[in-house]
């Protein structure tokens, strides 16, 4: 059994033996993968479809192993959509739609896995990442900035290929910040992030363009480097009172 002991190593994201999630907030050695798994899956334990790398038990752990039902954690948040969706959807027939939200949800998730990041929500043509949680990374911020450009080379070849008439696009929005993560709801036991810093990821990934990625001065300083090049696009945003003086990256 191979225990990763270092979640920032980028050699450790790729097919865990164990779940990262689990063994990075519990210390606890779940396997998802191999013969050792078979038990697990008998009692309902399985890889989690938020990240293959995790399991379920990372998305229950809040009332059963945190014995509460939401805990304050330090994220990064990522958004994404679909730019031109809305008139695309008027153009060409549902099933030809629905290939395109597949192929974009795909993209994105591969691109977000592979920084260790999660796939919270997914909201037809858009979409919310996590970082930083359960797998942990000092580096989240670096991390979601990486998955954004993943995210934009991956969905530009695939949509071009695609051959529409109308111009499509992807725009996302990134902050990091504190959240409240956990089950918010009676009836269900996903996981999820609120909070100011959720609301603002969102608000910055509405003003992203196509080939955009949006970024919140709090990423654009723990993301160091991997921010350079991007140009500063003073935003108001709904709900946000003061001005964000947001940074923008163009392209791959």
Same mark, same amino acid.
């Given at each position: 059994?191979?225990?990763?002991?270092?979640s920032t190593d980028p050699s450790n994201h790729r097919d865990a033996?164990?779940?990262?999630?689990?063994?990075?907030q519990m210390r606890v050695p779940i396997?998802?993968?191999?013969?050792?798994?078979?038990?697990?899956?008998?009692? %309902?334990?399985?890889?989690?479809? +938020?990240?293959?790398?995790i399991c379920t038990i990372c998305e229950r752990s809040f009332r059963?192993?945190?014995k509460q039902r939401h805990i304050a954690a330090t994220v990064t948040i990522l958004?994404?959509?679909?730019?031109?969706?809305?008139a695309l959807s008027e153009q060409i027939e549902p099933v030809r739609l629905s290939d395109i939200v597949s192929l974009f949800q795909d993209r994105c998730a591969?691109?977000?896995?592979?920084?260790? %990041?999660?796939?919270?929500?997914? +909201?037809?043509?858009g979409l919310m990442a996590i970082f930083n949680f359960p797998i942990l990374r000092k580096d989240h911020a670096a991390a979601a900035v990486m998955a954004a450009r993943d995210i934009q080379r991956r969905c530009k070849t695939a949509l071009e290929a695609l051959d529409v008439d109308h111009h499509v696009g992807v725009g996302v929005g990134?902050?990091?910040?504190?959240?409240?993560?956990?089950?918010f709801s009676s009836f269900r036991s996903d996981f999820t992030a609120i909070g100011g810093a959720v609301n603002l990821a969102a608000r910055l990934e509405s003003q992203a363009g196509a080939g955009e990625i949006v970024m919140s001065p709090e990423t654009v300083v723990q993301a160091g480097p991997l921010a350079s090049g991007a140009h500063v696009r003073p935003l108001t945003l709904k709900g946000i009172e003061l001005p964000v003086q947001a940074s923008v990256l163009v392209g791959t």
């Open positions: 059994m191979t225990i990763a002991s270092d033996q164990i779940c990262r999630g689990c063994w990075d396997p998802i993968r191999g013969a050792l798994a078979l038990p697990f899956r008998m009692f %309902g334990v399985t890889r989690s479809k +938020m990240n293959p790398n059963y192993v945190k958004f994404a959509d679909i730019r031109g969706f809305t591969q691109a977000v896995w592979a920084h260790d %990041g999660i796939v919270n929500k997914q +909201m037809g043509d990134i902050h990091s910040g504190e959240v409240e993560i956990g089950e």
